[in-house]
């Protein structure tokens, strides 16, 4: 059983007519995409009416994507089905009646933190973390009570630990690499990745090379290794791909992605910019790249299948129902 | 020199005319009030826009400070210099730039936590506390640089005392006591009283019943000796009133300060409602009686003053200039 849906579980592309070539010839169904990095409530529903607009912009290409029937339905008509998400729930603001609002805006994903502190927990740059805050333990329960997926990239050990074991649902790491492969905070620790098997969650293997062992030089080979480690470990059926592709995107989205409006950089700092892709995996045209080397590292069809977006439809059909 | 100004530093009064015609009979001459407890910028606004109104409809009583010599001017024309303050940063939502438009706005204080977590730090009930965040270095700095207060009231130990250590001006907790008299995590920690005095800060002894060891049914002595044990260990210079009045909100006021939106109150939860304040303190006309308290307890008249409000003005002046 191949023919399961190419799924990339996290991307800030500009979706650009140019974009949207580059996704269909890489064969993807679904994408999860950025609406959010920074900002409150209002300036969220901004960025959703952009989606509308592009949504009304391109029916023949792009589909508002509420449950994994919406998976179907995109690739029975060549379309993408993208479900929306944010990675800072600044959106919230204080106010967690906005979690059932965001619900029913179509919202899919939320982080729980970027990388600095949020009221709901603690981003991995923090110096410490104070794992799920009070509020973070309301917020879980009420996306759990909502259906609204809990990401816990970008989240310190302590609030990923924190979150999982309070989720009654499973939760995903959309976007990261294992700590041990690539030693940066902004990757998992093994710890993280075992309490995400142990409770059919998911983790996102991350094409951004910050995430990559040797960065914009790691190869085709070394990447799969990793998953196929991640694999022995801890099972195939936890894998997916979130690329993290910021495709389209100028560097000043990187300066607005660290510093948001909360900091103040230095002076001295060097301007922030988009590091090079590496060589086999520079758009969404690359996908069957990585699906080729998955199978040459010794990963059988169903298995690639599986990483590639088989994985990911599972647990968007548990997350928000429907028959991908 | 007995001849200073009488100076609340924390009240959330419902600022009717009976509240008013109690404050002057207590003779107060300036109010630190607070204006927010949750909510966003936009909510805050709000909130100083009914201050806009107030102030205009009550020309010959009240007088919107932004300078210690507003307090002059208050006392010279017999009404009450009102310094504005917010209870909660999330009024920054996470804009840094919030800081500076907030000063413009005549805003004078600003808590770094409410009871929560907040983007800048732990507040005293969250379980732990990881300090200030990345936000709130940032904007320690900038309170710091546009001259808005710093206020520790509802902060976590290490919270405050981080605040304390990283912030170039003096800082004040605007309305609490030592945790050692009465012990609860809202009061402060004689380490906290120690960093305030040992940097020209400020402790505002509160009259919430919350706050004092035998609550409602705390004696005026009590209360008096407790300020006696903290001037003999830190100095009397750091001492002023803080009372935490609320006279005139209804009990559904503490509702929303507990809860505010971010959390669903449990069923089994008690109605929240405002404690009896002690016989001894009903309201602002009862100052003179805690200044004869203190001078019972053996505080010369220069220390009563200062205690009442020069110690409060002096600081004032260090924030935001100008002569008292």
Not at 147 to 158: K, T
Not at 269 to 295: E, H, K, M, V, Y
């Given at each position: 059983m191949t023919d399961r849906p190419r799924i990339d579980a996290l991307q800030y592309a500009d979706w650009s007519e140019a974009v949207l070539d580059e996704m269909r010839a890489g064969g993807l169904d679904a994408v999860h995409a950025t609406i959010a990095y920074h900002g409150g409530f209002r300036e969220g529903v901004l960025a959703l009416e952009a989606w509308h607009r592009r949504f009304a912009d391109h029916p023949g290409r792009l589909l508002f994507a509420r449950t994994a029937a919406d998976i179907a339905a995109a690739r029975d008509s060549g379309r993408i089905a993208v479900f929306l998400g944010a990675q800072n729930p600044s959106i919230l603001e204080d106010d967690l009646g906005l979690v059932e609002v965001w619900r029913?805006?179509?919202?899919?994903?939320?982080?729980?933190?970027?990388?600095?502190?949020?009221?709901?927990?603690?981003?991995?740059?923090?110096?410490?973390?104070?794992?799920?805050?009070?509020?973070?333990?309301?917020?879980?329960?009420?996306?759990?009570?909502?259906?609204?997926?809990?990401?816990?990239?970008?989240?310190?050990?302590?609030?990923?630990?924190?979150?999982?074991?309070?989720?009654?649902?499973?939760?995903?790491?959309?976007?990261?690499?294992?700590?041990?492969?690539?030693?940066t905070d902004r990757n998992v620790s093994d710890a993280v990745i075992a309490a995400l098997a142990e409770t059919g969650g998911m983790l996102g293997v991350s094409l951004y090379p910050h995430h990559l062992a040797g960065g914009s030089d790691c190869t085709l080979d070394a990447f799969c290794r990793m998953v196929a480690d991640v694999a022995g470990r801890h099972g195939t059926e936890m894998l997916g791909i979130g690329s993290d592709l910021?495709?389209?995107?100028?560097?000043?989205?990187?300066?607005?992605?660290?510093?948001?409006?909360?900091?103040?950089?230095?002076?001295?700092?060097?301007?922030?910019?988009?590091?090079?892709?590496?060589?086999?995996?520079?758009?969404?045209?690359?996908?069957?790249?990585?699906?080729?080397?998955?199978?040459a590292t010794g990963f059988s069809g169903d298995e690639v299948a599986g990483i590639m977006g088989g994985n990911w439809a599972r647990f968007i059909a548990v997350q928000f129902g429907g028959k991908p």
């Open positions: 029913d805006l179509g919202l899919r994903f939320l982080q729980i933190t970027y990388n600095a502190q949020s009221l709901l927990g603690s981003g991995h740059a923090e110096a410490d973390d104070t794992g799920l805050t009070l509020m973070g333990r309301e917020v879980v329960a009420e996306m759990n009570r909502t259906g609204i997926a809990i990401d816990l990239s970008h989240a310190g050990e302590r609030t990923a630990l924190d979150a999982i074991a309070a989720s009654a649902r499973p939760v995903a790491v959309t976007h990261a690499n294992p700590r041990d492969w690539c030693p910021c495709r389209g995107r100028p560097d000043e989205a990187v300066h607005w992605m660290r510093h948001g409006r909360w900091r103040r950089p230095a002076t001295h700092d060097p301007p922030a910019r988009f590091p090079d892709q590496p060589a086999w995996f520079r758009s969404s045209r690359d996908f069957p790249t990585i699906a080729a080397g998955l199978a």
